[in-house]
């Protein structure tokens, strides 16, 4: 510390004392450090913290960094829990183009920003990327009139942030045509090409010309899914098998079924044809009418020639040289007329196909960057690329061929930037429900575990099975589906601010087939017609809340992330962090009948706080705080009268 005070980082050493001194015991402990990355993870070293991200390096002014010292996990084996025990998270302050509202002028910012990167299809990106985050699909579908709050612009520059990291803008924006079909793309399954759409139209003009319109196709390395479900969607008596080396592949397979409505005609499964009991494995299909497939084709020689990137190299690069886009206005089409995918070549630990032996490689890996969690991170990720949960649930005996290990580097290579392995996998635990992950949608924490299991007590201990209940700010729909999952009988009403919050607990509870005892909307609190948006289930017998609680002053001054985090919007409860609560509180008597209760999952002396709030409110009374595991005060139970 002393050679950090000579480098008159004394403000620096003041945080450091203040960390060892105070960590314990506080939630949230928001600092600004007017330092580089590298600094603050010399002081956060010295009390054994480590900095989630540090690309913010390349910006090099002031990272300020949120330490989240949740404490410990108190999961058993196979329960993932809350991953990071100290957690520590990176923002950038001067967030770009903050104060532009107008849309179109911040698609110019953006467009310009990227252009100066070299980020290919600037425009394309640019407008992609804002008019997913205003819920459309083209810019030319969102209103001229229309105005870019702060939160959306955020949401916006993250999104931005990761198409200058060159991620594909159909990893991005999550969705991508496939013809007239809009399928979800996640990296890393293959993104379909155009070329592909003609070879799909080439074999519906051959079914149709043959009559095989209620015949039976295979195909094979289905990726997202894209042939079969134009096929099928083009002949509604049409079967078909759809298989893939990958689990991710197939997952997107079936998601994208699922979502277009064509999963009872699609048999999905997992099946490498290196293997050799790919005919049975089929047997009860055969004999199919037609064979379809769009397989890997480069070869090896000329991926295995390429440049290695110049950041990290042992990245190479492999450009596919799609010519442009035949697509009308509407179709998004192919995005990159030279589209550069990273690939990883002479890769990391690539001749490593003992599992336990990648592990530690990569557990080192991560420590040498300074990764939180090193081990628990590789483990969870080579686990999720060999189709596990935990890494114990992989056979000893297991060995990771090339493509798997591919699979892992790219996965490992996100962490590595600092996502969070919940977005890397893709998916967390809530209690025993496994929740789908996407970025920018809040993860749940542990403490939110426990204020769930207070609301099931609650509901048990009142009768309220077969009862009503809201929660405001789903998220991933965490508490809502933990409280579907224990009573079957129950219904409820999940709301946020944001489609991708709501979108995903869609996803999530069409998964776990809760979807039918939840409905899901998308509402903004403030907007003012909250209360008619939800006439039509009022009232409830009670109502949930873990909304944004930290004080706007500990955020604003945040550099923007740079990574990919979680949405600004779920932290973010303003001037004393109380301003979603205030809100809930207000409505709260509209939603309720006299007796109903709400539930609240707050922070640090907020319990206080709303207990001094509501004193001389006639129609809510503050009945008792409730601690977590860390027993520190975090639940507040109010109760209409
Ligand atoms: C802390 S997260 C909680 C997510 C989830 N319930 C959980 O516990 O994992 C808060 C959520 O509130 C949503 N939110 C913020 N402001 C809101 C508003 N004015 N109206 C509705 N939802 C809001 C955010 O989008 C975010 O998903």
Redesign the pocket.
Known sequence: MKSLQRQGCYKLHQITKFITGNIIGHPYLLIKAKKSTRIINHCLSEVSIRTVSTASIHHRKYVTVLLSAIQGTKYSNGHRGWLFKQSVKLFSTDTMCENQSDVKELSKLWTKKFEEIGVSEPQTSAELIIAHALGKKMMHEVPTEYTVDLSTNLVIQELCQRRLQRVPVQYIIGEWDFHDLVLKMKEPVFIPRPETEELADFVCDYIRSNNLQNGKFLDIGCGSGAISLHVLNSFKTITGVAIDKHNHACDLTKENARNLGLNKRLNVYQIDIFQKDTVEKLQEYLPFDVVISNPPYIPTLDIDNLEPEVERNYWTVLLSTIQGTKYSDGHRGWLNKQSVKLLSTGTLFENQSDVKELSKLWTKKFEEEGVSEPQTSAELIIAHALGKKMLHEVSPECTVDLSTNLVIQELCQRRLQRVPVQYVIGEWDFHDLVLKMKEP??I?RPE?EELADFVCDYIKSKNLQNGKFL??????G??SLHILNSFKTITGVA????NH?CDLTKENARNLELNKQLNVHQ????QKDTVAKLQEYLPFDVVIS???YIPTLDIDNLEPEVERYE?R???NGGKDGLD?VR?ILYLAPQFLSVGGQIWLEVYLDEPEMIKELVKENKSIKYLTTLKDFTKRDRFCVLQVQ
Do not use: R, Y
């Not at 709301?495 to 944001?498: A, P, V, Y």
């Open positions: 949608v809040f749940p939110t929660d405001i700010g789903c998220g991933s965490a508490i709301i946020d601010k944001h919050a509402i903004d609190i403030f873990n909304p944004p949405s919007d779920a932290l979603v809100q």
